[in-house]
């Protein structure tokens, strides 16, 4: 039977830590604010974007939520963009993802400045990630090192492998686990014999965005399992990348889905916020 990793009660803990930091700040005078932009009208962005909000006043900071129309043109965009940069009550901006077809992502973000980038998708955060003197860390990879972390559970020296290449989870969640001296390996939708490699870690992380894809047979017997993926079933019902009925057994720990790595996202994201509103006094 595996420790199951109560991702909801973590980040409930490192949000009261965030209040209490922001309680300190206001009383200098500075309150963490974030900008967070949608465009058109995507369901799924637009409870992430109500969530993010809500967030925000638990912990006690401003918060602005621009819906622009589906039709917004980029350059609309950009001007919003330029005028949060120059505007000292916000410390952190965010461009909900993806973008309508027409506007181009990576134009977008690249034109965020770097001390307000609280996703930690511009280049120059990627970049500092990579030589691990970082401002930010990307939201869903900081949240389960935090995890991790609170856990108890020590990466150094353990083998670690991450299921999954994108920019936003797998790729950084390597480097983190990189940085804490675990021995990692990144596989992929062409690695071949994918179970030969899962059954090696320590540390198994995965964000794929398959249902219930790993299985108890991939798994080492005493291994930390960490499921970042988010998946609807017919039911409506949301469900991990791992099939937890049969890894759960094998597992040491296990992140639940939901009630694991999905809460720590957001706080993360607050996380962030906080310390581009501490950067801006010094
Ligand atoms: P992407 O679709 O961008 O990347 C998926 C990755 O999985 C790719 O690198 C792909 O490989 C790899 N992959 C796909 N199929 C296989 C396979 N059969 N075997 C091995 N690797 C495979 O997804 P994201 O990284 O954005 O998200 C992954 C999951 O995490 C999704 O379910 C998403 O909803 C969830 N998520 C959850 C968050 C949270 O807050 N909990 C936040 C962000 C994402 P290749 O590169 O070769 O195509």
Same mark, same amino acid.
């Given at each position: 039977?595996?420790?199951?990793?109560?991702?909801?009660?973590?980040? @409930?803990?490192?949000?009261?830590?965030?209040?209490?930091? !922001?309680?300190?700040?206001?009383?200098?005078?500075?309150?963490?604010?974030?900008?967070?932009?949608?465009?058109?009208?995507?369901?799924? @962005?637009?409870?992430?974007?109500?969530?993010?909000?809500?967030? !925000?006043?638990?912990?006690?900071?401003?918060?602005?939520?621009?819906?622009?129309?589906?039709?917004?043109?980029?350059?609309?965009?950009?001007?919003?963009?330029?005028?949060?940069?120059?505007?000292?009550?916000?410390?952190?901006?965010?461009? *909900?993802?993806?973008?309508?077809?027409?506007?181009?992502?990576? &134009?977008?973000? *690249?034109?965020?400045?770097?001390?307000?980038?609280?996703?930690?998708?511009?280049?120059?955060?990627? +970049?500092?990630? /990579?030589? =691990?003197?970082?401002?930010?860390?990307?939201?869903?990879?900081? =949240?389960?090192?935090?995890?991790?972390? $609170?856990?108890?559970?020590?990466?150094? +020296?353990?083998?670690?492998?991450?299921?999954? $290449?994108?920019?936003?989870?797998?790729?950084? *969640?390597?480097?983190?686990?990189?940085?804490?001296?675990?021995?990692?390996?990144? !596989?992929? @939708?062409?690695?071949?014999?994918?179970?030969?490699?899962? $059954?090696?870690?320590?540390?198994?992380?995965?964000?794929? =965005?398959?249902?219930?894809?790993? %299985?108890?047979? /991939? #798994?080492?017997?005493?291994?930390?399992?960490?499921?970042?993926?988010?998946?609807?079933?017919?039911?409506?019902?949301?469900? =991990?990348? &791992?099939?937890?009925?049969?890894?759960?057994?094998?597992?040491?720990?296990? %992140?639940?889905?939901?009630?694991?790595?999905?809460? /720590?996202?957001?706080? /993360?994201?607050?996380?962030?916020?906080? %310390?581009?509103?501490?950067? @801006? #006094?010094?």
């Amino acid at each position: 039977m595996a420790n199951i990793i109560d991702g909801k009660k973590i980040a @409930s803990e490192v949000r009261a830590d965030i209040a209490a930091e !922001c309680a300190a700040l206001k009383e200098k005078g500075i309150t963490p604010g974030l900008a967070v932009i949608i465009v058109g009208e995507d369901p799924a @962005s637009k409870v992430y974007v109500k969530n993010k909000k809500k967030g !925000c006043e638990e912990v006690g900071f401003h918060s602005e939520v621009y819906e622009l129309p589906e039709e917004t043109t980029e350059e609309e965009l950009l001007a919003l963009v330029h005028k949060l940069n120059g505007d000292d009550k916000i410390h952190g901006i965010l461009v *909900q993802l993806p973008l309508p077809k027409h506007l181009n992502d990576e &134009v977008i973000i *690249q034109n965020i400045d770097p001390k307000k980038d609280v996703d930690a998708f511009h280049e120059i955060n990627v +970049g500092k990630i /990579m030589i =691990g003197n970082h401002d930010f860390l990307p939201c869903t990879p900081a =949240g389960v090192m935090v995890l991790l972390e $609170r856990s108890g559970i020590e990466v150094s +020296g353990k083998e670690c492998v991450v299921v999954g $290449r994108s920019n936003i989870v797998g790729k950084p *969640q390597a480097m983190l686990l990189l940085h804490a001296n675990g021995t990692v390996t990144i !596989c992929h @939708s062409r690695t071949k014999d994918l179970a030969e490699v899962t $059954r090696r870690a320590d540390i198994l992380v995965v964000a794929i =965005g398959k249902a219930d894809f790993i %299985t108890g047979d /991939m #798994v080492k017997e005493g291994a930390v399992v960490i499921d970042v993926g988010m998946n609807r079933r017919a039911d409506g019902k949301l469900t =991990g990348d &791992v099939d937890f009925a049969t890894v759960e057994p094998k597992a040491s720990y296990i %992140t639940p889905v939901p009630g694991g790595v999905g809460p /720590m996202t957001i706080t /993360m994201l607050l996380s962030n916020t906080l %310390t581009a509103a501490k950067k @801006s #006094v010094k």
